[in-house]
């Protein structure tokens, strides 16, 4: 791990054990942390037991293993709670999971991927995780297509090089010809659709998210197994109910909608919002 020219060594090496345990599922050892890392264990177990100290850290007393503390939480939380999307989509996708039973999700883009923002799971659509805070490809995701909308193709080419639409499953979209035709078929629409594209047995519908400017902010998406998404029989109902909570989020954020055109009483056009 090199450090950033102008950057403080110790705050950098600090985050990235931090991240090192984000990204681990199970608690780990010193020594995962240091490969994990690239740091050297006692350079390691100093940083670790810093942090415990902080309580962005916890030991376990009995197996000696580490893992995120608490007090992250609280910091995750503090961040959420100022965030303009997460505090007005918040109670939207709460009551849209309720109603549907199904999973509700909201996303950002950052850089070349998804971040959840939040989401809610319904009875039809548990999961044994949180999805808050994670990350996902813009390119097999509905979610991520939705977000894609507000990009015009050079702009998802720069961010998104051929080599980086990796194919998760048989289904996955991994060249921009077909990139492009889902992006303009999600635009002329309203919505994006994902079938099987980043795990089998699973879809989504998902709708942009604009704020008071008309740019793409993020994205809302109903999601779960197939058996509960049912497109084929559920797909006229699942995007009107999407696109309206999109909508939602997006008016209380400010959007006014496109501009259009009226007349005049004396017959000249008129661009209003």
Same mark, same amino acid.
């Given at each position: 791990?090199?450090?950033?020219?102008?950057?403080?060594?110790?705050?950098?090496?600090?985050?990235?054990?931090?991240? &090192?345990?984000?990204?681990?599922?199970?608690?780990?050892?010193?020594?995962?942390?240091?490969?994990?890392?690239?740091?050297?264990?006692?350079?390691?177990?100093?940083?670790? !037991?810093?942090?415990?100290?902080?309580?962005?850290?916890?030991?376990?007393?009995?197996?000696?293993?580490?893992?995120?503390?608490?007090?992250?939480?609280?910091?995750?939380?503090?961040?959420?709670?100022?965030?303009?999307?997460?505090?007005? !989509?918040?109670?939207?996708?709460?009551?849209?999971? &309720?109603?549907?039973?199904?999973?509700?999700?909201?996303?950002?883009?950052?850089?070349?991927?998804?971040?959840?923002?939040?989401?809610?799971?319904?009875?039809?659509?548990?999961?044994?995780?949180?999805? !808050?805070?994670?990350?996902?490809?813009?390119?097999?995701?509905?979610?991520?297509?939705?977000?894609?909308?507000?990009?015009?193709?050079?702009?998802?080419?720069?961010?998104?090089?051929?080599?980086?639409?990796?194919?998760?499953?048989?289904?996955?979209?991994?060249?921009?010809?077909?990139?492009?035709?889902?992006?303009?078929?999600?635009?002329?629409?309203?919505?994006?659709?994902?079938?099987?594209?980043?795990?089998?047995?699973?879809?989504?519908?998902?709708?942009?998210?604009?704020?008071?400017?008309?740019?793409?902010?993020?994205?809302?998406?109903?999601?779960?197994?197939?058996?509960?998404?049912?497109?084929?029989?559920?797909?006229?109902?699942?995007?009107?109910?999407?696109?309206?909570?999109?909508?939602?989020?997006?008016?209380?954020?400010?959007?006014?909608?496109?501009?259009?055109?009226?007349?005049?009483?004396?017959? !000249?056009?008129?661009?209003?919002?």
């Amino acid at each position: 791990m090199a450090a950033e020219p102008g950057s403080n060594q110790s705050v950098e090496r600090a985050l990235t054990v931090l991240r &090192a345990l984000a990204a681990g599922r199970t608690e780990l050892r010193v020594s995962d942390v240091a490969k994990a890392t690239g740091l050297g264990l006692s350079t390691s177990s100093r940083l670790l !037991a810093t942090l415990e100290g902080m309580g962005f850290v916890d030991r376990d007393p009995v197996s000696g293993l580490y893992r995120l503390g608490l007090d992250m939480v609280s910091l995750g939380g503090a961040v959420l709670n100022s965030h303009p999307v997460h505090r007005e !989509a918040r109670q939207t996708a709460q009551d849209l999971a &309720a109603e549907l039973g199904l999973g509700v999700n909201v996303a950002v883009r950052r850089g070349d991927r998804l971040f959840y923002l939040l989401n809610f799971e319904g009875r039809q659509a548990p999961r044994p995780f949180v999805l !808050a805070g994670q990350y996902n490809p813009l390119h097999a995701t509905g979610l991520g297509k939705a977000l894609l909308t507000g990009l015009t193709g050079e702009e998802r080419r720069a961010l998104l090089p051929a080599a980086a639409l990796h194919a998760y499953t048989h289904r996955t979209v991994t060249t921009h010809d077909q990139l492009d035709d889902e992006i303009t078929r999600a635009a002329g629409r309203g919505y994006a659709t994902e079938v099987e594209e980043l795990a089998l047995g699973r879809a989504c519908v998902a709708a942009p998210i604009r704020d008071g400017s008309g740019t793409v902010v993020a994205a809302l998406s109903v999601s779960g197994p197939l058996s509960a998404i049912d497109l084929p029989n559920r797909e006229a109902g699942l995007v009107r109910v999407v696109i309206e909570a999109a909508d939602s989020v997006s008016i209380n954020l400010g959007y006014v909608g496109p501009a259009h055109v009226v007349p005049h009483q004396a017959g !000249a056009p008129e661009v209003v919002s």
